[in-house]
Each structure stands twice: as structure tokens, then as C-alpha cells.
């Protein structure tokens, strides 16, 4: 043991049962504050959290003091979302003390699996953007890479979602109301960020032009810092999220009686910047707030960055090679503008030299390709909210128009393309442009994202800077998503090729060779079994609807939105339905379709596909005519925590995104991880998966990519013809439009037959309907050899190692970022 641990009271580092023991009674007296017989589930979930937190502090201030002395090379992940779940499971594995930990609490009376279920959901992302963040901040620190990640606390994480009456309905979610165990508040480390006001122009101390930003409003950021634990323990890296206060004005201010009142609404009103979450996955609002919460976190996150290198640096030449800065997407966009704030208003560097230190710290990951997402804030708000911000991206702009190579082609279509500021109607800042001008490299999410990035929203850019763009696949952490998620897969896999694919994933591919062994194959089904009784319960206590456990598990979870096509699943589900109940003694593969997911508050069409799956698994659950063959269910509130019980008893995964829509997915890969087969179009990430599982063991349909462009580009397609020429589909459109499932009002779905007929249904639903159908009757067909079944899915488990998002950072480390692994060095340890 640690010579440190001996000279302290309380074991606070001790690793074994008793000490853990010893620990979790200690905490639940002492910080808690209470007595074990009148401890609940949620004070027994503090007290077990305090005292893990405990035996990572040692090994966290390891890791910082250790980048701090070698002063490492850092890499900085900037983005507005982090989608991190519960943490009790993740640091029990991760330290490797998720047995000893049972055994405690065993020998206290209580089970692990209820401690762990008192956690809340850190729910502080919409969706694939936030939780591919958490997934790096794991493999960043599993990988020993000196990475921070950056972001905003914010009080309330995205929206619980209830139904009510089949509709959405959204409640606020308190993820903080009993506080947050493993946050540590660093009420010293504290950034003014500012707004409004207006620039002055002045002449320097030799003459020169200089402008400074005056009368603005103050806010500070304050820290709170989370570790994040690497696999083994070794490394733990920091979350540093932002919270807004209002400035210690107001604490020192004396203000006479009317002013007092206004003063503290003041402040109430300030610290609502980092009060909640927009809740839009891939859609761009326009609010000024949201415009705020940007600047906020980066301005503080950069002033930070800055304060860390000063502490070994007295010039900034070499900040490109301390610091790499990743943009998750253009929220934290402006921070290429504040940077060369920073540098030229705050610390005098000359205008292109902050240029030059600008581009070699900054890159920046697109996630999407839909126009929508693409955030275009309009000129007259930056001007009103950063000012100074606003005259830098004129600047950068106006050198950049200068020397492009359009304007000497003479080419001003592509020069208008290419500005930073959108002209036709209210002029717009482009985010997208200022990233991609900013960054020394670009990247796309999978390949075929890439590509489609070269050849639509920056082929412009691309013509201009041909080295830039770059691909980065995305990727899942195998320790959240296989070893804590699914312990019965997890356990089958290690006592065959033992535990070297939790670290390198690239090892299951051992597993291959298991496809064909019988027993294996057994196992490996009993392992899946067992999942799906567990999901099985969670939809009985959720829903109060019960499926077979032995029915195919089809699974769609992910945002509602139009183009991911839950609309494409619920209405083969209506002609399955239809199909089963015209041909009753036909023995039917039983099936349970299962969707969950948010949609934007705001989102109306989004809300009513909600609404009609709950109205057509309504009528199909209760309908005695097909004979519990089919079953429909829709989970409330999907968050990381519901995904880690679905994902490892899904059959089938469908990933049914209009081709070139979905820019890579990455729910995709954790379902085929645990072993479900996918369904889907040669859409994003879903190429790259065809290529590693092999054709045989995936079920492709569709138009591709390139077959979309064709249509949409040649106008030629008629969805009434498609209809018309489609019994099954005209059935269920009928249906939909009869008020079958709506008697109520059978006029609610108006909107939705409206957009798949006279709207010109853009997202293809009817076009790929038939091809759909054939695919679901082959994954049906094939779902009756369960051992045909369980040999693809073994494979599509096997192969799936390359999508380990520690093969991911690691591309971007050394292709972008040109970071390396650091291991940290702990002070005297002496054996005893
Ligand atoms: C989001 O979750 C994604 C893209 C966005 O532009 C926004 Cl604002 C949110 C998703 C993509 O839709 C998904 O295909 C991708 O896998 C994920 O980002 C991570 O790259």
C-alpha cells in the first residue's frame, strides 16, 4: 500500500473491502450526515460516491502536476455539450474496484445495483454531438493524452420527456437538486466575460492604430472541475465546466432601498446564462442567449488556456505547440475571433502573427451537412452583443477576400460563397466559414461525410485550402458501451480471449473465429437473453406493455427527427400489422419494435410522429387478432442511462437516415458492438460498418447518396405514384389518414400524409419503403435460424473493434492535434 495512505486517520485511499467498508460508514456519518438506519438509497449513492471520489484525488493531482512540470503539450475540447450519463459504474470500473465495491456495501446490507440507480443522468447534450464528446473525454484519458475537456454547467440538462395522452411533454430536469458528488467548485478560478458596450479606437504606446471594448456588461465564469477517470486509473484528466455569477460588484455594492431589489434581479438575471440547455439536436435557434452561452464558455475556456501556458511562457510564439483547441462543431466558433482579441488588445501581438498562432491552435469537427444546423448569426446582434468580435471578423474577412484565389480569377460567385458574412437578405455572420478559415484542419465524422463536406457546403473552401479537410471516423468507449453496459457479453468475451480488448478494442476481432463453435454460440445467445429480460422489465415498468423476450427486439433509438425516419419504421410496422392480421395462421417471427427518443420542444412534426407511434402501438398491442406477434413500444425520456439497457439487448438496429443525411451516427456502432445486426442505408458511419462486418452481415436498402442527389436534383419523382404503385404502403397511409389509430381525431396526422405527398416528401420515406420492406422480411426470415442469426451476430461483435473511439482520438492526436501520451508520476510510492 502507499506509504501516504498509512499516516492518515481515515483510509481515504485504501483499495480493499474493509477499507471501502470503513470509508462508506465514515462518509455517511460525517458528510452526509446521517444515521444508517435513516439512510436512504440517494444518501447511500453520496455517501459511495464521496468515498470513491476519495481514491481519485491522489492519482488526479498526479496527472495535472505531471502535464504541469513536463509543461505537455495539451489538447483543449471546446463544446457546449456533454452528454457524460452516470459516473458511479464508469470510475468503479475504471479504478477496478467495481468488485470490492459490491462486497462493501454486501457486507453492509446493500446492493451496488441500487446505489447505482439513485445517480441522476448528467444530461448535459441533445444527443450524438454531446455524447461523442464524453466518449473522447474517455478515451483521452484511457490513452494517457494530456486532454481537457471545456464546457458549460448548466443547472438544468436536457428536458425530461414524459408522455401524456401519446404526446410529448417536457419537464425541466434538476440533475443538481441533491447536488453533485463529483463535481469540485473552484470558486478562485473565476474569468470576466463580457457583452454589449462599444470600441473605442486609441493610439498605442508607438503610435499605432488600437481599439479596446468599453462600457460593456460584466459576467464572471466560475470553474467547477470534474475528473475524468482513464481506464486502470492511471490517468485523470479534467472537465472544467462553467457557471455564470454576477460580478462581486453586487456583493460590495451599498445601494440605497429601490436600487437594492433591482440590483439582485440583476443578478438573478446574469447567472441565467448558464442556467439550461437548448434543447435542439442539429437545429440553430438564432437566440441571443444561445449567441451568449457560446462566447461565454469559450472566452472563459480561452482565458484559461492563456493563464495555463503564461504559468511557462513569457511570449506566444509557441502556443501552437502547447495548446491544440478543437471546436465541436462552430458553437465555440467565436473563439477563433476572441483568441485574436486576446492576443492583439490584451497582449499587444501584431495582428498576422496572431493570424499565424490562431490557425496552428484551432480545428474544427463539422457534424452536420443540413442547412439547418449551419449557424449563421445575424451581423446586427454580434454587433450589439461583441462588438469588438464583430470588427475582427471583418477584418479576418476582408484579408482573407483579398488575396483568395477567386477574386484573382475573377470569380464572384465563389467570392461571395467564401465571405465570412452571408449578404443576401439580413446579413449573417457564417460560423462555418469563420471555423473552417481559422483552423489548420477541418474534419468531417465518417468517410462519406467527408466527401459529401468536400463537395457541398465547403467546396469552395476545399478549392482554396485543399490540405485542410480531413476524416476522423467517429467512435464509442468500449468501457461505457460493452464492459459496464453489458456485464454477461463482456464477462463471455474476456473468459474467451481474456480482458485486452477493454484497452484495445482491436482484439475482439479474436472473437471471429468463435462464430462457428457451437457452444459459443449458445452463450453468446444466453448472454443476449439475459439483456433482453432486463430491457424487458424496464419496458413493463415503463410502458406497462409486455413483450416476448424471445420476439426480435427491433430497435430505433436516437433524436426524433424527420430525416432519421422513424416515420420509414412505424409505417412498415402498419403493414407488418396489417400483413399479420390477414394471414393469421401463417407462424409469424414475433417482433417488438422499439423506439425511444427526444424531440425539440419546438419541433411540431417531430412531436406528432411521437404522437403516432403511441397511437399505433396503441391499437396494435391491443389487438387479440395478431396475437401478441407484434408489439410497439415507445420509451419516455431516452438519456445514456436508458441507452445502456437497450443497446445490449437489441436484435436488430435500424439506422434508416435518408443517404447523405445522417453525417456519421454513433448509436449505430454501440448496438452492433453488442451484437445486434444493422439495418440501414449507405448512410454516414453505416458504410464504413458494411465494409468491417462484411455484406453479409448487414441489411442494406435504399437509395444511396449519390442516387438522392440524382433524384432531388432531376425533380422527377412523384411520391403519389410510388403510393399508388404500393398496396401495402397506400394501406397504411389510409389507415393513418382514416383516423384508425386516431378516432378521436382523424384528422391529426394531416400534417404528415401532407409532407410524404404534396410537400414532395423530401426525406424519401415512400421512394425507400418498398426496399425497406424486403430487408425487414430478410432480417424476419433469417431471425427463424437462430443460429444463422447468432454467427452474424458474433461477427458484426468481432468486427466492430476499429470503431473504438480510442482509435479515433488517437487519428486525431497525432493527424491534428500532434499531442502524445504523458504518463502520469506519483510521488514515493513504497510497496508494503
Ligand atoms: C448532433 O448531435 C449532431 C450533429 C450536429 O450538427 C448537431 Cl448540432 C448535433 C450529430 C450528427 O447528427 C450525427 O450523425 C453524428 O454521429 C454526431 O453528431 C457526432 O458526430
Known amino acids: 500500500m502507499d506509504a501516504r ?4 486517520e481515515i483510509e481515504r485511499r485504501s483499495l480493499d473491502v474493509d477499507g471501502l467498508k470503513r470509508s462508506f460508514l465514515e462518509w455517511l456519518v460525517y458528510s452526509v450526515g446521517k444515521d444508517a438506519r435513516a439512510a436512504t438509497r440517494r444518501d447511500w449513492f453520496h455517501t459511495v460516491a464521496l468515498a470513491v471520489r476519495d481514491r481519485l484525488v491522489d492519482r488526479w493531482m498526479d496527472t495535472t502536476r505531471t502535464y504541469y512540470q513536463q509543461d505537455a503539450k495539451r489538447v483543449y475540447y471546446l463544446s457546449l455539450e456533454f452528454l457524460i450519463g452516470r459516473l458511479l459504474t464508469n470510475s468503479l470500473a475504471n479504478l477496478g474496484i467495481t468488485d470490492q465495491c459490491r462486497q462493501a456495501l454486501d457486507r453492509i446490507g446493500l446492493n451496488l445495483d441500487d446505489v447505482v440507480e439513485a445517480e441522476p443522468d448528467a444530461a448535459l447534450g441533445n444527443g450524438g454531438l454531446g455524447r461523442l464528446a464524453a466518449c473522447f473525454l474517455d478515451s483521452m484519458a484511457s490513452e494517457a493524452l494530456p486532454g481537457y475537456g471545456y464546457g458549460i454547467r448548466y443547472e438544468f440538462g436536457l428536458f425530461e420527456q414524459r408522455f401524456e395522452h401519446g404526446w410529448q411533454v417536457e419537464y425541466p430536469e434538476q440533475w443538481l437538486q441533491f447536488g453533485n458528488p463529483w463535481e469540485f467548485p473552484r470558486p478562485e478560478v473565476l474569468y470576466p466575460v463580457q457583452f454589449y458596450g462599444r470600441v473605442e479606437e486609441f493610439r498605442d504606446s508607438v503610435g499605432e492604430r488600437a481599439y479596446r471594448w468599453v462600457d460593456a456588461e460584466r459576467v464572471l465564469a466560475m470553474a467547477y472541475d470534474t475528473p475524468v ?12 465546466l462553467w457557471s455564470a455569477r454576477a460580478t462581486r460588484d453586487f456583493n460590495f455594492g451599498h445601494f440605497n432601498d429601490g436600487a437594492y431589489m433591482k440590483a439582485v434581479e440583476q443578478k438573478v438575471l446574469t447567472e441565467n446564462l448558464s442556467r439550461v440547455l437548448y434543447p435542439n439536436d442539429a437545429t440553430e435557434g438564432g437566440k441571443e442567449l444561445r449567441l451568449k452561452q457560446e462566447y461565454f464558455f469559450t472566452s472563459a475556456s480561452l482565458q484559461d488556456i492563456l493563464r495555463r501556458y503564461l504559468q511557462h511562457h513569457s511570449n506566444f510564439d509557441s502556443l ?35 493570424w499565424d498562432i490562431t490557425r496552428a491552435t484551432f480545428s474544427y469537427t463539422n457534424h452536420t451537412l443540413l442547412p439547418e444546423a449551419l449557424e449563421a448569426w445575424p451581423v446586427r446582434m454580434m454587433e450589439r452583443v461583441l462588438p469588438r468580435h464583430m470588427q475582427i471578423i471583418y477584418e479576418i474577412n476582408a484579408k482573407f477576400l483579398n488575396r483568395s484565389k477567386a477574386r484573382a480569377a475573377g470569380d464572384n460567385g465563389r467570392l461571395s460563397r467564401l465571405s465570412l458574412i452571408d449578404e443576401r437578405g439580413d446579413r449573417r455572420v457564417r460560423m462555418g466559414n469563420l471555423a473552417f478559415l481559422g483552423s489548420h484542419k477541418v474534419n ?7 466527401e459529401l463536406m468536400k463537395q457541398t457546403v465547403f467546396a469552395d473552401f476545399h478549392a482554396e485550402f485543399p490540405e485542410r479537410i480531413n476524416n476522423k471516423t467517429n467512435g464509442i468507449t468500449p468501457r461505457r458501451w460493452l464492459h459496464q453496459a453489458n456485464q454477461p457479453l463482456a464477462a463471455l468475451i474476456t473468459s474467451r480471449i481474456g480482458n485486452g480488448w477493454i484497452k484495445d478494442l482491436s482484439q475482439i476481432s479474436a472473437l471471429a473465429e468463435k462464430a462457428d463453435d457451437l457452444v459459443f454460440r449458445e452463450e453468446f445467445r444466453r448472454a443476449k437473453r439475459k439483456n433482453k429480460k432486463r430491457l ?21 433509438v436516437k433524436r426524433m427527427h424527420e430525416y432519421k425516419r422513424q416515420l420509414l419504421n412505424i409505417l412498415q410496422a402498419i403493414a407488418l400489422y396489417n400483413e399479420m392480421r390477414d394471414n393469421p395462421t401463417v407462424s409469424w417471427v414475433p417482433v417488438t419494435k422499439i423506439f425511444a427518443g427526444k424531440a425539440a420542444p419546438s419541433y411540431h412534426m417531430a412531436k406528432l410522429i411521437i404522437k403516432l407511434i403511441n397511437d399505433v402501438a396503441k391499437v396494435v398491442n391491443h389487438d387479440p387478432s395478431v396475437h401478441d406477434n407484434l408489439k410497439i413500444v415507445l420509451l419516455p425520456n ?20 435518408t443517404a447523405g443525411m445522417e453525417a456519421s451516427g454513433t448509436g449505430n456502432m454501440k448496438l452492433a458492438l453488442n451484437g445486434a445486426l444493422t439495418i440501414g442505408t449507405l448512410d454516414g458511419a453505416n458504410v464504413e460498418i458494411r465494409e468491417h462486418v462484411g455484406e453479409d452481415n448487414i441489411f442494406i436498402f435504399g ?11 432531376s425533380g422527377g419523382f412523384n411520391p403519389r405514384d410510388v403510393i399508388a404503385s404500393n398496396p401495402s404502403l397506400k394501406r397504411a397511409l389510409d389507415m393513418i389518414s382514416t383516423g384508425v389509430f386516431s378516432p378521436d381525431d382523424p384528422h391529426r396526422y394531416h400534417p404528415i400524409l401532407q409532407a410524404l405527398t404534396d410537400g414532395g416528401d423530401h426525406f424519401l420515406v415512400t421512394a425507400d419503403f418498398s426496399d425497406y420492406c424486403q430487408a425487414q422480411q430478410a432480417a424476419m426470415d433469417l431471425y427463424r435460424d437462430q443460429e444463422e442469426w447468432t454467427r452474424k451476430a458474433i461477427l458484426n461483435t468481432a468486427n466492430m473493434g476499429w470503431f473504438s473511439s480510442d482509435r479515433t482520438i488517437m487519428e486525431y492526436a497525432t493527424e491534428i492535434w500532434d499531442v502524445h501520451p504523458v504518463k502520469p508520476e506519483h510521488p514515493a510510492e513504497t510497496e508494503t
Open 5 to 8: 495512505y498509512k499516516s492518515r
Open 229 to 240: 477517470v482513464g481506464y486502470g486509473g492511471d490517468t485523470i484528466n479534467t472537465l472544467r
Open 320 to 354: 501552437p505547440d502547447k495548446a491544440a483547441i478543437q471546436l465541436n462543431d462552430t458553437h465555440p466558433a467565436i473563439g477563433i475571433a476572441e483568441l485574436m482579441r486576446l492576443l492583439v488588445d490584451q497582449h499587444g501581438v501584431t495582428w498576422d502573427k496572431a
Open 444 to 450: 468531417g465524422v465518417s468517410a462519406l461525410h467527408t
Open 536 to 556: 424487458a422489465a424496464y419496458i413493463a415498468r415503463q410502458t406497462g406493455v409486455d413483450v416476448q423476450v424471445d420476439s426480435l427486439f427491433d430497435v430505433q
Open 638 to 657: 431516452y438519456n445514456v442511462t436508458a441507452a445502456e439497457i437497450i443497446m445490449p439487448a437489441a436484435d436488430l438496429s435500424e439506422q434508416i437516415s
Open 703 to 713: 437509395l444511396t447518396a449519390e442516387e438522392v442527389n440524382d433524384l432531388r436534383a
